[in-house]
């Protein structure tokens, strides 16, 4: 049996409850058993993108740290590979070809949150002195390398950054691996609570719950319509600060009632169409003592991966008009090694 790379874990956390080394937390309550009960809740065979485009936001206000994406051609025999015509290297072709690539902030748009995003400082030695640590006791340094100092660009300063970034354990290609498929579940929090900024309670969050009927169950991927990438979409990539920082709801990340459900529960994910799924930053002190103590519930003391930003208007009023809130979900990141976020695609069928 192997053995743990911690001597003690944060109170109420799973880790060790999937193995020594385990890398997808929650993710292993996505069975073969439960994927079979997602795919029962198609009904309609209709489908629905759950992802903004790329470039939205627009600009840099809700986080100054992400930019959009850039997009350029590459290049193609010392020429630019756009519109390229393959006649000048070979008379007998009528082809044309064109290629580019994308320099991406990999958490701009709609995003998974990996297990490597978020850590706290804690006392896995039980020695009295906390530690830079991450889910399942990996360690930062160690497991979630990053490099001493960087250029203008964020590159590392030696230039090799294969050598020097990322992460060896908990990133984003193992989520990938999962496929990350199974039932959703919409609560439609919008259709309660408007565009006014509102902080969700585990309170509030049952009576909405209670009041349209939603169940959510171990192994479901819970989904949170809030609105807000509805708001961003409208403002066509030139969004107004008010509007991002004061509208529609955020779950009360603090409230150790909503805490304890999130673990009582079994949710495998959670994902919502604002920008932190919860409310960001918290006032300390917290039960964690966190600036997102949501983040260090799931993330970092269960391994529930979080998604921000996704697009669910369209989809909870389909859902509302067939009286239902399950779904088919499938929602991989990219399979990009040692990443510790990534843009995400989710498709749900209903």
């Known amino acids: 049996m192997k053995t743990h790379r911690w001597k003690q874990r944060p109170e109420g956390s799973t880790w060790g409850d ?12 996505l069975t073969a058993e439960r994927r079979l009960a997602a795919i029962a809740e198609v009904h309609t065979g209709e489908s ?61 748009s709609t995003q998974w949150d ?14 009295g002195r906390p530690v830079p640590v991450y889910y399942n006791g990996y360690r930062a340094g160690v497991d979630i390398r990053a490099p001493e100092s960087t250029d203008d660009c964020g590159f590392p300063a030696d230039g090799n950054p294969e050598s020097t970034c990322g992460a060896d354990a908990l990133g984003i290609e193992r989520m990938a691996a999962t496929a990350v498929q199974g039932r959703g579940v919409l609560i439609d929090l919008h259709h309660h609570l408007g565009e006014k900024r509102s902080r969700v309670s585990m309170g509030l969050l049952r009576e909405i719950m209670q009041t349209d009927g939603v169940t959510v169950e171990t192994g479901d991927m819970l989904c949170l319509h809030t609105g807000f990438s509805q708001l961003i979409l409208d403002m066509k990539k030139s969004p107004d600060p008010a509007v991002l920082h004061n509208s529609c709801a955020v779950l009360d990340g603090g409230d150790p009632e909503l805490q304890a459900w999130i673990t009582e529960t079994g949710v495998a994910v959670i994902a919502a169409d604002n920008y932190a799924v919860e409310d960001f930053p918290a006032d300390l002190p917290n039960p964690c003592c966190s600036l997102l103590p949501l983040h260090h519930h799931c993330i970092f003391r269960l391994g529930v ?46």
């Not at 297990?115 to 804690?122: D, K, N, P, Q, T």
């Not at 239902?324 to 069928?349: D, E, H, Q, Y």
Request: with cysteine; glycine share 10%; charged share 20%.
């Open 114 to 127: 990996g297990l490597a995003h978020v850590g706290a400082l804690f006392d896995v030695n039980g020695d």
């Open 18 to 29: 999937f193995g020594a080394d385990d890398q997808i937390g929650r993710l292993n309550l």
């Open 48 to 108: 629905f993108c759950l992802s903004l485009p790329l470039d939205y936001p627009g600009g840099t206000l809700l986080n100054e740290n992400r930019h959009p994406p850039v997009l350029r051609p590459c290049l193609r025999h010392g020429g630019v590979n756009m519109n390229f015509q393959m006649h000048d290297r070979n008379p007998l072709s009528n082809d044309v070809l064109s290629d580019d690539l994308a320099i991406l902030h990999l958490q701009y």
């Open 305 to 350: 991966h979080l998604g921000e930003l996704w697009y669910l208007t369209p989809l909870a009023k389909r859902l509302r008009e067939l009286k239902r809130s399950r779904f088919l979900l499938t929602a991989p990141p990219l399979r990009l090694p040692g990443a510790v976020g990534s843009p995400v695609t989710p498709v749900a069928t209903v």
